[in-house]
C-alpha cells in the first residue's frame, strides 16, 4: 500500500520560512518522481516543484523560483524549504508522486497524494 505523508505545515508571518517533508512507503521509489503541489482557496491544484532521484532532474514553478528549494536526500523522502514566504504562498500543499523518467507539471500525470499539509503566511 502506497502512503505518501507531508509534515511540517504551520503558520508564519511573510519573509519568514518553512520547511516540508514529504515520507513515501509501499514502493521503492527509486523511478518516481516526487513532488509537491499546492491549492489555496478557490483555486485549482498547481505545481510547486518536483524532482527525480536518478538521474537527477529539479524543475521549480517561476512563482518559487529563487525562494523554495527542493531536495531528496534517498528514493523515500522529499522536502521542500520555503524561504521569504509571501500571503500569497498560503495554501495546503500536497506531495505527490509519479513514475516517470521526465518531472511533469500536471496533476494527471502524478498517481499517488499525500493529504496535504496547511501552509498560511500572514502579512
Known amino acids: 500500500q502506497v502512503q505518501l505523508v507531508e509534515s511540517g505545515g504551520g503558520l508564519v508571518q511573510a519573509g519568514g520560512s518553512l520547511r516540508l517533508s514529504c515520507a513515501a512507503s509501499?514502493?521503492?521509489?527509486?523511478?518516481?518522481?516526487l513532488g509537491w503541489f499546492r491549492q489555496a482557496p478557490g483555486k485549482g491544484r498547481e505545481f510547486v516543484a518536483g524532482t527525480r532521484w536518478n538521474p537527477r532532474s529539479t524543475i521549480y514553478a517561476e512563482s518559487v523560483k529563487g525562494r523554495f528549494t527542493i531536495s531528496r536526500e534517498d528514493a523515500k523522502t522529499v522536502d521542500l524549504q520555503m524561504d521569504n514566504l509571501k500571503p500569497e504562498d498560503t495554501a495546503v500543499y500536497y506531495c505527490?508522486?509519479?513514475?516517470?523518467?521526465?518531472?511533469?507539471?500536471?496533476?494527471?500525470?502524478?498517481?499517488?497524494w499525500g493529504q496535504g499539509t496547511q501552509v498560511t503566511v500572514s502579512s
Open positions: 509501499g514502493r521503492p521509489f527509486s523511478n518516481y518522481v
Open positions: 505527490a508522486a509519479d513514475q516517470t523518467t521526465v518531472v511533469a507539471t500536471n496533476t494527471q500525470n502524478y498517481e499517488y
